[in-house]
């Protein structure tokens, strides 16, 4: 997927300890475009969450919290069949909640993740 600059002075991810707290993901592209439907953004915003996890060595699996921000509910099942797909059982804790609008007007979704992954030595 790649980084993409935030819109503002916040990095896409930061550590907390042994917890890692990936900042609000959507499905804006380097050219400021958001492509889709409710699937294909959410498959790109839980992209941007591996990528970010990566970069601490870390995985999606390391996931212990997921909260979601949907624009409309009626694309709760899209979002949910895609989120179900990526995530293993039994998955992280999750709060989906709808929201009047995201910072452009075609995102759909916006994902923030909480992920443990301890600095030294073997997830406990």
Same mark, same amino acid.
């Given at each position: ?10 990095? &896409?991810?930061? #550590?907390?300890?042994?917890?890692? @707290?990936?900042? %609000?993901?959507?499905?804006?592209? $380097?050219?400021? /475009? ?12 839980? &992209?941007?969450? #591996?990528?970010?996890?990566?970069? @601490?060595?870390? %995985?999606?699996?390391?996931?212990? $919290?997921?909260? /979601? ?56």
């Amino acid at each position: 997927m790649g980084a993409i600059k935030p819109l503002g002075k916040y990095p &896409g991810a930061r #550590r907390g300890g042994d917890y890692l @707290f990936v900042s %609000g993901m959507s499905a804006r592209m $380097a050219d400021g /475009s958001v492509p889709g439907d409710v699937r294909e953004q959410t498959r790109v915003v839980i &992209g941007k969450i #591996r990528d970010a996890l990566a970069g @601490f060595g870390a %995985g999606l699996d390391d996931c212990v $919290a997921i909260t /979601s921000y949907l624009v409309d509910m009626r694309d709760f099942d899209g979002y949910n069949e895609v989120y179900n797909a990526s995530f293993g059982a039994p998955g992280p804790a999750r709060t989906t909640v709808a929201v009047h609008q995201l910072p452009h007007p075609d995102m759909l979704v916006e994902l923030t993740a909480t992920a443990y992954k301890p600095q030294h030595g073997e997830n406990t």
